[in-house]
């Protein structure tokens, strides 16, 4: 099996800053994409950003030039620097990996959730 687990998060007024982290373990052979994605009440889950093996990131309009995602491939880990935060922003948001297993087999794994919520 394959675990995602997620740390940071929390409150912060607006235009503060945050850090999310996410740990991949396991019965990993290889990692491919990773990234974050967010779901608010009553909405579906969006892309917030997400990053190639080689480190190539892409991001959601709406976040682009406040969050900046970066990876550390030998720890397994993504990470999600958010500046300037906006009340918009408030939102779950989950770790995701695009992992090759041990058994070669290849799936999409997500963390638990983490709460961030931007209000003064």
Same mark, same amino acid.
């Given at each position: 099996?394959?675990?995602?687990?997620?740390?940071?998060?929390?409150?912060?007024?607006?235009?503060?800053?945050?850090?999310?982290?996410?740990?991949?373990?396991?019965?990993?052979?290889?990692?491919?994409?990773?990234?974050?994605? /967010?779901?608010?009440?009553?909405?579906?889950?969006?892309?917030?950003?997400?990053?190639?093996?080689?480190?190539?990131?892409?991001?959601?309009?709406?976040?682009?030039? /406040?969050?900046?995602?970066?990876?550390?491939?030998?720890?397994?880990?993504?990470?999600?620097?958010?500046?300037?935060?906006?009340?918009?922003?408030?939102?779950?948001?989950?770790?995701?990996?695009?992992? /090759?297993?041990?058994?070669?087999?290849?799936?999409?794994?997500?963390?638990?959730?983490?709460?961030?919520?931007?209000?003064?």
């Amino acid at each position: 099996q394959v675990q995602l687990v997620e740390s940071g998060g929390g409150l912060v007024q607006p235009g503060g800053s945050l850090r999310l982290s996410c740990a991949a373990s396991g019965r990993i052979l290889s990692i491919n994409d990773m990234g974050w994605y /967010r779901q608010a009440p009553g909405k579906e889950r969006d892309l917030v950003a997400t990053i190639t093996t080689r480190g190539n990131p892409n991001y959601a309009d709406s976040v682009k030039g /406040r969050f900046t995602i970066s990876r550390d491939n030998a720890n397994k880990m993504v990470t999600l620097q958010m500046n300037t935060l906006k009340p918009e922003d408030t939102a779950v948001y989950y770790c995701y990996a695009n992992v /090759r297993d041990t058994s070669w087999i290849t799936n999409d794994y997500w963390g638990q959730g983490t709460q961030v919520t931007v209000s003064s």
